[in-house]
């Protein structure tokens, strides 16, 4: 008997007391994230996703294309329609780029993310400081949520830039970030530095060694957490789940993205358990899975996100079971195009 089976029966026979939830609650409802602006009709998104259906997926974060269109289709195979949006990475957002630039973030060089984009062409990141950015996106985030064909809100890129990229990147970025380099240190902008010196008395700016200085850490992350928590009173607001694709851990997405994800107030988090762009093995997606499963309230389930392009069917069935294992309460997979049978065979013998 697995671990989650044995906590299963415990619940059942009424023996809860100090085991969490999470381990014991139904079977596993795994997920997929779903690119929604390929050119389909309603019937060929229909026969993707009730072959999703038939191996144990339950439901789809939707981004792009056609919303009534997808919502239908995945709500007429059985599935729920979880709308998938990115929130402070805003390359997709022509009206903000044009009305306010000054809404981008800027780094400890001085250089606006909008202007000159770190890492990749599409790395423009709104500031979460501003009262502005927060009224802009609580009100996209509360007309999406309000919105009937909707059943939940996915948020994504919901953190500040990569200050440190994951260490299987760094050669691909030819990069060693063995310590927080300035133009890739967010965010430095005249309301970001403004607020931190009425609350500290320093000009960011100033500080001698700002990766060491825990108040300035601490104010990125708040600034984030803040914003969450405005998102979700507006989903919550709509009687709506709202939940968001995150950094692996807790631990690392505060000091690689400035996410401080355990804090927010979401009703699942999904962290982003891609193993090999940490250089790590299958193995590892249970340890990040157990951090974050202890680091969020017991009635927060985690799924874990998994990147198919590095698993093998062979090794999305052990990646599953090592999730579950660790207190999982299901997978996310990123995402449907890349799920060959074979995968979706692992995933229905890997089970919940
Ligand atoms: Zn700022």
């Not at 050119?39 to 789809?60: C, K, N, P, S, Y």
Request: proline letters at 7%; glycine letters at 10%; charged letters at 25%.
């Amino acid at each position: 008997m697995r671990r989650r089976d044995f906590l299963g029966a415990l619940a059942s026979a009424g023996a809860l007391a100090g085991v969490r939830p999470h381990a014991s609650g139904p079977a596993a409802r795994h997920w997929a994230w779903v690119h929604g602006g390929s050119q389909r009709t309603v019937d060929e998104w229909r026969r993707r996703f009730v072959r999703l259906r038939g191996a144990g997926i339950g439901g789809v974060h939707v981004g792009g294309g056609d919303l009534e269109l997808l919502s239908n289709a995945a709500r007429e195979e059985g599935l729920t329609f979880s709308r998938w949006i990115w929130v402070l990475n805003r390359n997709g957002d022509s009206w903000v780029k044009a009305n306010h630039p000054e809404w981008f973030t800027v780094s400890r060089r001085g250089e606006s993310s909008l202007e000159k984009p770190p890492y990749v062409g599409y790395y423009n990141w709104l500031c979460p400081t501003r009262p502005e950015v927060r009224e802009y996106l609580s009100r996209e985030v509360a007309d999406l949520a309000m919105n009937p064909a909707v059943d939940e809100v996915h948020l994504d890129y919901v953190r500040h830039c990569d200050v440190i990229l994951p260490v299987g990147l760094w050669e691909k970025y030819g990069l060693v970030q063995d310590h927080e380099l300035p133009e890739f240190d967010f965010c430095y902008c005249d309301v970001c530095r403004a607020a931190f010196r009425q609350q500290s008395g320093v000009d960011p700016r100033e500080l001698p060694d700002p990766e060491s200085d825990l108040a300035w850490r601490k104010f990125r992350w708040d600034g984030v957490t803040g914003l969450v928590k405005e998102l979700a009173r507006g989903v919550k607001g709509a009687g709506k789940p709202i939940t968001a694709a995150v950094f692996p851990t807790p631990a690392l997405a505060r000091k690689l993205v400035r996410q401080a994800w355990d804090e927010w107030p979401l009703d699942a988090a999904f962290p982003m358990t891609y193993h090999a762009f940490y250089k790590e093995g299958i193995p590892w997606i249970g340890e990040a899975i157990r951090e974050g499963v202890a680091a969020v309230p017991v009635s927060v389930p985690i799924f874990a996100g998994l990147y198919l392009p590095d698993l093998a069917p062979a090794d999305l069935g052990r990646a599953v079971r090592a999730a579950l294992d660790a207190g999982a309460a299901g997978v996310s997979l990123f995402e449907m195009d890349g799920l060959t049978d074979a995968h979706l065979a692992a995933l229905g013998s890997a089970g919940g």
